[in-house]
């Protein structure tokens, strides 16, 4: 469609007027207790937040949360906070998938797993968001089949917002970064709100000091 | 699909006539018109924000080209493959072509209006291509052969009752009328669908120029479903959808969910650069992105250029008075509400739907609630003029329009009417002949009270 191409950029060319863009807009959000923001907003998205002073006290966390969920079945990625840690010693009644590392079809893992944990970029604290990308040792589907989605991250990841996030871009930019902002919803029917269609149906974080 | 002037007002009239329906529509839209209100109420300087995503988006807008072809560039250096498609007839063909090249018989598609504009869904089932929508809304009106009522929430007409019995004939198991069992039944159901499809198809909300990126926004995590377990990724996009960088998204981000859905954010904002890298252990193998132009770069330039900064929230539908009676299906088209009664005559002609540039108060909310502030108004009357002067109307309103035209322009012809009006008791004979219940005048006209100066 080389001509599609060139008929659709002549007629915008024969149009186009040169602007200035306007110079970019910059966060407006006082500096604030991150911490505190970020866990409300998540709040107010219906995740979950949980707050460790230290590694150890995350795993200690992650062990209540897996018995209140009954998990059996969980795939990790493999990325930095979890390279030192791990999981089937510390849990050793779960069976573990570790992106990249465990064999088996990690697709099929996924859609049956009760649990997928990653790390994140960064999160944003006006929106209770976290940043998670595509990349080696991360998986897509590790995020997304599982009916649970728990995210632990460090402090020092934490953004006041959308607008620091891009000013602070880095060039290399994976193949897929998504930005979730609480468990899976829908209103589609007559309004009310469900959580869990598609996506995980509980998002929990797990915040923690370094 | 078309919205004449008499089609417009049978559909307007069965719609008004519908009191669940009615119901539903005040429902919905109260909400998002409240949770809109509520949401922008947390951003600092959000006027000041808008003015800004104004100038934005006419900046973009006005050198088109430059970011398209940026855009174009930066998403084929990430490995994405870019086709251009002058309307939907060349959009639809290059995905059957791919579909057919790669043997997919199953496509899972997210919410995409732009998809909905070109008919992509009947075009790729007339070629032996099975096309699944996999946002809850979307699939509702896919299983009941309907067009969307609502940009953002395309089966706000449909009961919980409804979907049972829809979903019922689809899988042919009982399904209780329960808005959570219904949810897990499309879980299931689409999950499958999900796993086994040959082709993922979205839109874009955003395309940013400067990454060569699709930005995906949707809350129940089917645009990443689909842009990210089929092996073919296929994005279709509007060229007026590019932001130059991501200065740009930032702003546009801000401003999407909290003007649509009243969220600070879409539960997930899916960024798409190219298929997977190598070392990715899974994602797309081919992303394909259409740049869907289908008549929109007639208006660069002209008195409706401003339309093209639109970025499809649904604020102006949702506190419109004539959507909120008339519903989403008397504009014949995806685009329903203020923005469809513009958009719809410039995209597809006016004499189709010459009855929209009439649907409207021109009360101006519409203009007041858009994130880019586009003057809607000004250009539902830019249409109305075109109307008359391409003669479009039908004679028997062009007549009335005329009449209404001289008697407007002479007080004293208006005056003398009233009372003669008045004094013979008019209302009372044309009353059978309309459906709203008209009062006797006033004894004394608005004006004659004006004269006296008292108006108490």
């Known amino acids: 469609m080389i001509n599609a191409r060139k008929e659709i950029l002549k007629q915008l060319s024969s149009k186009s007027r040169k602007t200035k863009r306007p110079s970019p807009w910059r966060s407006r959000h006082e500096s604030e207790n991150l911490q505190k923001r970020f866990s409300l907003a998540l709040e107010n998205v219906k995740g979950e937040i949980y707050l460790a002073s230290d590694l150890e006290e995350v795993l200690s966390i992650l062990g209540d949360v897996l018995l209140e969920l009954n998990a059996k079945k969980i795939v990790v990625s493999d990325e930095k906070p979890f390279r030192d840690i791990d999981f089937s010693a510390r849990f050793p009644e779960v069976e573990w998938h570790v992106v990249g590392k465990s064999n088996g079809n990690l697709r099929d893992f996924c859609n049956s797993a009760d649990v997928g944990i990653t790390s994140a970029d960064v999160a944003l604290a006006e929106t209770g968001s976290v940043v998670v990308s595509s990349g080696p040792g991360r998986s897509r589907a590790a995020s997304l089949l599982s009916p649970v989605h728990i995210v632990i991250l460090p402090n020092s990841k934490l953004l006041p917002d959308i607008f620091t996030w891009t000013a602070n871009r880095g060039d290399d930019i994976p193949s897929q970064v998504v930005i979730i902002s609480g468990p899976s919803k829908t209103a589609d029917i007559e309004q009310t709100l469900v959580v869990g269609v598609h996506g995980p149906k509980r998002f929990i974080v797990i915040l923690y000091s370094d | ?456």
């Open chain 2, 1 to 456: 699909m078309s919205a004449t002037l008499r089609q417009f007002r049978r559909k307007a009239d069965k719609a008004i006539t519908d009191e669940r329906l009615q119901n539903a529509i005040e429902n919905a839209a109260e909400r998002f018109v409240e949770g809109r209100i509520t949401a922008l109420s947390s951003v600092p300087d959000v006027g000041e924000m808008r003015d800004h995503f104004k100038e934005i988006r006419d900046a973009t807008i006005s050198d088109l080209a430059t970011h398209l072809i940026t855009f174009e560039k930066n998403a084929q250096e990430a490995g994405a493959k870019v086709h251009w498609a002058r309307n939907g007839k060349e959009a639809v063909q290059i995905i059957a072509d791919l579909a057919k090249r790669h043997g997919v018989e199953l496509v899972v598609k997210s919410k995409s209006m732009a998809t909905e504009e070109i008919q992509l869904n009947s075009a790729l089932i007339q070629q032996g291509i099975t096309p699944v929508e996999t946002d809850l809304g979307e699939w509702i009106i896919q299983l009941a052969g309907e067009p969307p009522s609502h940009i953002i929430a395309p089966a706000i007409h449909k009961t919980k009752e409804q979907v049972a019995d829809l979903f019922q004939e689809h899988s042919g198991e009982e399904i209780p009328a329960d808005i959570s069992a219904l949810t897990a039944e499309a879980r299931r159901v689409l999950r499958e669908k999900f796993l086994s499809a040959g082709m993922g198809i979205s839109g874009a909300n955003i395309g940013v120029a400067e990454t060569g990126s699709a930005v995906i926004v949707t809350n129940e995590g089917n645009g990443r479903m689909v842009t990210s377990l089929p092996p073919i990724h296929v994005v279709v996009m509007g060229i007026e959808k590019v932001a130059p960088t991501w200065d740009e998204v930032a702003v546009w981000l801000s401003l999407l969910a909290r003007s649509a859905t009243g969220q600070p954010l879409s539960i997930y904002t899916n960024v798409i650069t190219g298929p997977a890298h190598p070392e990715d252990v899974d994602g797309p193998d081919e992303v394909h992105i259409i740049l869907l132009d289908n008549n929109r770069s007639r208006f660069l330039g002209t008195k409706y250029q401003e339309v093209l900064q639109c970025v499809r929230c649904g604020a102006c539908l949702n506190i419109c008075p004539v959507y909120r009676k008339a519903g989403g299906h008397a504009y014949g088209s995806p685009y329903s509400g203020p923005i469809g009664a513009v958009i719809n005559p410039l995209l597809f002609g006016l004499e189709k739907y010459n009855g929209l540039p009439q649907a409207s108060s021109l009360c101006g909310a519409c203009l007041e609630v858009c994130p880019a502030r586009i003057d809607l108004p000004r250009m539902l009357l830019a249409l109305r003029e075109d109307e008359v002067n391409r003669r479009i109307l039908p004679w028997r309103d062009r007549v009335m329009e005329r009449l209404a035209a001289s008697v407007l322009l002479h007080p004293w012809l208006f005056d003398c009417l009233v009372r003669l009006v008045g004094k013979m008791r008019l209302t009372k004979v044309i009353q059978p002949f309309i459906k709203v219940k008209m009062p006797p005048l006033a004894g004394r006209s608005y004006r004659q009270l004006w004269r006296r100066g008292g108006g108490e």
